[in-house]
């Protein structure tokens, strides 16, 4: 069965304190791994796409990277205002069956990081 | 300007009773999408319309009903709302299909008594 798994459901840091937040998958035929950020109240705000394996991308203090089981977004020095829940999503089949015109997502990693 | 909006924010009901959410999109897009957020926060995708045209259709009860008059704007309307039904709505855009940067909407909260 096709899984998106994030772990841990919930992260504490102390600002500054780096760490990183895993997504695994089991998927076939994966076609593109996105993370999103979601804020209490608020709809998922998008952040990265990774289409392949040993691919990496930067935006402040995030770093996403994929290998062919999973994915980490890593987090350095962050600051109280990166609290959130981060969520990772696959597309994954194919576009001409349907099956990749969607995401599959995972259960969300709460984010919060202490002053 | 909001790129995506839905309305009503909150939506407290009772059971039996039927139900609309609109989504609206100033982007330009031509896929919108209804996503469900249950309370373990699993999003989960319901309907997908692409230039008004349906392209998904998850296993979701009848009694949900999608309408796109146009590609700006997914409406969701919901009959003999049940207990289960409660949950956080969004809805969604992309610049196209099988296009999966989305910009969502703020979500609707519906709870059903």
């Known amino acids: 069965e096709d899984q998106v798994t994030q772990s841990p459901e919930a992260l504490r840091l102390q600002e500054g304190e780096s760490s990183s937040l895993n997504c695994s998958y089991t998927v076939s035929g994966l076609r593109g791994l996105f993370w999103y950020r979601q804020d209490p109240g608020k709809g998922p705000e998008f952040l990265f796409t990774l289409y392949s394996a040993g691919e990496e991308k930067e935006k402040e203090r995030l770093k996403a990277t994929l290998t062919k089981k999973e994915s980490f977004l890593h987090i350095t020095a962050p600051k109280p205002e990166d609290s959130a829940t981060y969520l990772c999503?696959?597309?994954?089949?194919?576009?001409?069956?349907?099956?990749?015109?969607?995401?599959?997502f995972g259960s969300g990693t709460q984010l919060t990081v202490l002053p | 300007d909001t790129a995506v909006s839905q309305t009503p924010k909150y939506l407290v009901t009772q059971m039996g009773n039927d139900k609309s959410i609109k989504c609206e999109q100033n982007?330009?897009?031509?896929?919108m999408y209804w996503y469900k957020q249950d309370s373990k926060k699993f999003l989960k995708i319901m309907f997908s319309y692409n230039n008004k045209e349906l392209i998904i259709n998850e296993t979701v009860p009848n009694r949900f009903s999608p309408k796109s008059p146009d590609k700006a704007h997914l409406n969701l309307h919901i009959n003999s709302l049940e207990l289960g039904d409660s949950a956080v709505y969004f809805c969604?855009?992309?610049?196209?299909?099988?296009?999966?940067?989305?910009?969502f909407g703020p979500g609707t909260r519906l709870t059903v008594t």
């Open positions: 982007l330009g897009h031509d896929t």
């Open positions: 969604a855009s992309s610049p196209r299909i099988a296009v999966y940067e989305q910009y």
């Open positions: 999503a696959v597309q994954h089949g194919s576009i001409s069956s349907g099956s990749a015109r969607q995401l599959t």
